[in-house]
Structure formats: C-alpha cells, structure tokens
T-cell receptor, first 112, second 115 residues
Framework: GESVGLHLPTLSVQGGDNSIINCAYS??????FIWYKQESGKGPQFIIDIRSNMDKRQGQRVTVLLNKTVKHLSLQIAATQPGDSAVYFCAEPLFTGNQFYFGTGTSLTVIP | DTGVSQDPRHKITKRGQNVTFRCDPISEHNRLYWYRQTLGQGPEFLTY????????KSRLLSDRFSAERPKGSFSTLEIQRTEQGDSAMYLCASSLGGIITDTQYFGPGTRLTVL
C-alpha cells in the first residue's frame, strides 16, 4: 500500500505486506527529517531520522528515502504488523532548527 | 522508566479556571519543548527552553499561557482563564541539543478538556 502525504491521509494494508508512507516537505533548506509514530492516546515515538546528505537510511523493518530534488520523503515498513497501526508523521525543522513542523500525518491501518 | 514523563495525564476543568501541567524531561537533556495537538492534526510548537532559558515562543502562545523551567530540569505550563478552544493534548519533548541533528523525544501528553 502507498499514500501520498496530505492528499491521502489514510492507508490500509494487509498484514505481512509492505507499506509506503509518503511525505512532501516544504523547506528546501531543511537538513534533517524525523519520522514519528503515534498510537492512539500516546505521544509521538521516534522511528528513524535522516540527514539531507543521505538519500536512504535503514532501520529495523523500516527504510526512509529522501529525494531532495522533489522535496519528498517516504517511509517504507516491511512485513507490516498489526502493531504498526498508528498515525505516522514526518517532521522537518522550521527556520531556527529548534521548532519542528509535523503536518497532518498519515493514518496506517493494518488488516490482520 | 527513563523517558519523558508528564503529569497529569488527563485534566478536566471548567472554562475560566487555571490549570498547570508538569513535564519531566530525560535527565541529561538540556532542551525542552512544549507542543499542542488537536484531534486529527500533528503537534504544533508552542515554546522551547535551553536549560532554564525560554528561547522561542510561538504566536500560538497567547498571554494566557506561561511556561517555566526554573532549574533547567522539569518544566510547567500554565494556562490561565481556560477557554473551550484550549481543549487539546499538550505534549512535552526533550532533546540533547545537537548541532546538526537534535532528535526530540516525546512524553505521553496531558489531555485537557475544558467544559
């Protein structure tokens, strides 16, 4: 399954499939991005980050891809599990680097 | 648990009352942030501390809101004369304060309901 940022805020995938969550960022000068996962009633949880001098970074079952040409990030989750159901945010720093902009996020639902 | 903690987790108050929330950051983190999150939206930045100094404030932070971090450790966020529009989740985050990358780690939040 695949989503496109703010235009498709909900993504449903079958358990075991791979998920792709997309994010378009606004500031071409942003040099650092973070993906957060937020489960219902909880605070955002850090998943993975990437600096602008990289175009790919891998973690455990997750991969983030950065395309600076089109200002686009994606989060790929391999073998999606029910516990992956949550809202996912990509965060980019605002002007000073201390404020992060989160956007609306994408809600991922994993169908068992 | 060595993560960010917040207290209380839930607060119900009547319009016009004052409320105060507390945040305890990860112990070695010198930066502390407050965010507000409404249903269906991402967190919105309110303010940020470097040690005890409040360095940035969002335009969202009206004069009814005040935040402190007196000893550079825990922080409090007070809302005076609460309004129904203040109902939201208030999130606290902390970070080490890196020069290039500075990952913010969030607490569980305080959910405020103003009746």
């Amino acid at each position: 399954g695949e989503s496109v940022g703010l235009h498709l805020p909900t993504l449903s995938v079958q358990g075991g499939d791979n998920s792709i969550i997309n994010c378009a960022y606004s500031n071409s000068a942003s040099d650092y991005f973070i993906w957060y996962k937020q489960e219902s009633g909880k605070g955002p949880q850090f998943i993975i980050d990437i600096r602008s001098n990289m175009d790919k970074r891998q973690g455990q079952r997750v991969t983030v891809l950065l395309n600076k040409t089109v200002k686009h990030l994606s989060l790929q989750i391999a073998a999606t599990q029910p516990g992956d159901s949550a809202v996912y945010f990509c965060a980019e720093p605002l002007f000073t680097g201390n404020q992060f902009y989160f956007g609306t996020g994408t809600s991922l639902t994993v169908i068992p | 648990d060595t993560g960010v903690s917040q207290d209380p987790r839930h607060k119900i108050t009547k319009r016009g009352q004052n409320v105060t929330f507390r945040c305890d950051p990860i112990s070695e983190h010198n930066r502390l942030y407050w965010y507000r999150q409404t249903l269906g939206q991402g967190p919105e930045f309110l303010t940020y501390f470097q040690n005890e100094a409040q360095l940035e404030k969002s335009r969202l932070l009206s004069d009814r809101f005040s935040a402190e971090r007196p000893k550079g450790s825990f922080s409090t966020l007070e809302i005076q004369r609460t309004e129904q529009g203040d109902s939201a989740m208030y999130l606290c985050a902390s970070s080490l304060g890196g020069i290039i990358t500075d990952t913010q780690y969030f607490g569980p939040g305080t959910r405020l309901t103003v009746l």
